[in-house]
C-alpha cells in the first residue's frame, strides 16, 4: 500500500501560514522550491481539504478544475460543491477512514497530501500520514494555521534526510513512528 506524504512549508514555530493566510514569509523561489516542484511530478494522487482547495483561488485555480493537472484529487469537505467539476476531481464528503484506506489502496504512487492543518491533524490523529516532508522556512510566524491544526497527539519521528537550500530553507525528511 503507498504511502500519505504531508509535504508543507513550516514556519520555524510550526505554522503552515499566518493569519488571513498569509504566507508572505515563506521562500518564494530558489532551489529548495524548485525541489519541491520537481518532487510534486512523482504523485499522481492528491488529498486536501477544502480551506487548501479554495486557497488556490487566490493563485488563479478555477473552482472545480484541477490544482495540480497531472494528479487524481480529493477534497475532502461536507459543504464544497461545483457547477461543473474535472472527471479526476473527486469530493469525499464521509470523513471515514475507510475513505483513505480506499484511496491508499487505489494509488498507483504515494499520496501527496497538500497542506491543511486541521485535515492533517485528523490524519495524524488517526496515524495515517506515513511521512512528513517538512519545508522548513527560517523565519517566525508567530499564530496562524498550525502544521497539525488542533491535534495534540504526541509522535517520536525518525529523520530520513535533511538538506539545506537557498535563502536558509531545509527540507527534512521524517517517517512517523506510531
Not at 516542484?37 to 487566490?58: A, C, H, P, Q, W
Not at 464544497?80 to 476531481?89: A, G
Request: hydrophobic share 35%.
Amino acid at each position: 500500500m503507498k504511502k500519505i506524504v504531508y509535504y508543507v512549508a513550516s514556519s520555524i514555530d510550526g505554522f503552515i501560514s499566518g493569519e488571513k493566510d498569509d504566507i508572505s514569509g515563506f521562500v518564494a523561489q530558489g532551489n529548495g522550491v524548485e525541489k519541491y516542484l520537481e518532487d510534486l511530478k512523482s504523485y499522481e494522487t492528491v488529498i486536501m481539504g477544502r480551506n487548501t482547495y479554495e486557497f488556490g483561488y487566490r493563485y488563479g485555480l478555477v473552482a472545480g478544475k484541477l490544482a495540480y493537472p497531472h494528479m487524481e484529487h480529493f477534497i475532502f469537505s461536507k459543504t464544497i460543491s461545483f457547477e461543473q467539476k474535472d472527471e479526476n476531481l473527486h469530493v469525499v464528503r464521509d470523513f471515514h477512514l475507510s475513505e483513505i484506506k480506499k484511496i491508499k489502496a487505489k494509488a498507483t504512487t504515494d499520496i501527496y497530501l497538500c497542506g491543511g492543518g486541521a485535515f492533517a491533524g485528523w490524519l495524524l490523529d488517526n496515524e495515517l500520514i506515513d511521512e512528513l516532508k517538512l519545508k522548513v522556512n527560517p523565519f517566525i510566524q508567530g499564530k496562524g494555521v498550525k502544521l497539525f491544526g488542533d491535534s495534540t497527539k504526541v509522535y517520536q519521528l525518525n529523520l530520513i534526510s535533511t538538506k539545506e537550500y537557498d535563502e536558509g530553507l531545509l527540507i527534512n525528511s521524517y517517517k512517523i513512528i506510531y
